[in-house]
């Protein structure tokens, strides 16, 4: 299956860790990709590969993955990460899906 | 430092075909390296890859999709386009181009990745 599948809602306490997961077949092979989105704005590349952050996102946020789950997890979360999350894998046919996506609350 | 585009009609009338493309700028096209995509948001909904052409003129498409997308790119412009037929009002979403990074080895998995994005586009499906 080339699905990936995201908990649609987390929430987390100002300053404390939060973990945002996704799961798929195809993680047994693909690294996920991780994007925050915010409203009104495009998505941006937060976390791929094993666990690289692109210029300019801060090191609070990390990748890591095991079997066909990949996890992003955020360090000290701050008011200006809530936002929708996504995870994309690619699969063994060439297709990229998109996980359902999870609302990060800061509480 | 590149940059992506989207442009094209807001407005598409039921079972007409949208069309769009997505100038680049700041760097080639014509990369080896990189493949090129198309993603959409329906309001208030998640992403969805609708697909992806690479150098090699190889296209990817959303099985779902498929019968109805076609993926080109035109090098002479360093623009690549996305047509997709016989719409409807589910097709009404923002339309985001991006940049693939050809899949390699990190450690024990592949790793590919979308960066950067356009700004997107919102595309209307009404009469």
């Known amino acids: 299956s080339s699905e990936l599948t995201q908990d649609p809602a987390v929430s987390v306490a100002l300053g404390q860790t939060v973990r945002i997961t996704c799961q798929g077949d195809s993680l047994r092979s693909y690294y996920a990709s991780w994007y925050q989105q915010k409203p009104g704005q495009a998505p941006v590349l937060v976390i791929y590969g094993k666990n690289n952050r692109p210029s300019g996102i801060p090191d609070r946020f990390s990748g890591s993955s095991s079997g066909n789950t990949a996890s992003l997890t955020i360090t000290g979360a701050q008011a200006e990460d809530e936002a929708d999350y996504y995870c994309?894998?690619?699969?063994?046919?060439?297709?990229?899906?998109f996980g359902g996506g999870t609302k990060l609350t800061v509480l | 430092q590149l940059q992506l585009q989207e442009s094209g009609p807001g407005l598409v009338k039921p079972s007409e075909t949208l069309s769009l493309t997505c100038t680049v700028s700041g760097g080639s096209i014509s990369s080896s390296s990189y493949y090129w995509g198309w993603i959409r948001q329906p309001p208030g909904k998640g992403l969805e890859w609708i697909g992806s052409i690479y150098y090699s003129g190889s296209t990817y498409y959303n099985p779902s999709l498929k019968s109805r997308v076609t993926i080109s790119v035109d090098t002479s412009k360093n623009q690549f386009s996305l047509k997709l037929s016989s719409v409807t009002a589910a097709d009404t979403a923002v339309y985001y181009c991006?940049?693939?990074?050809?899949?390699?080895?990190?450690?024990?998995?592949?790793?590919?990745?979308?960066?950067?994005w356009g700004q997107g586009t919102l595309v209307t499906v009404s009469s």
């Open positions: 994309n894998s690619r699969d063994s046919s060439g297709n990229h899906p």
């Open positions: 991006a940049r693939g990074h050809v899949p390699h080895f990190d450690w024990l998995l592949l790793r590919d990745w979308f960066d950067p």
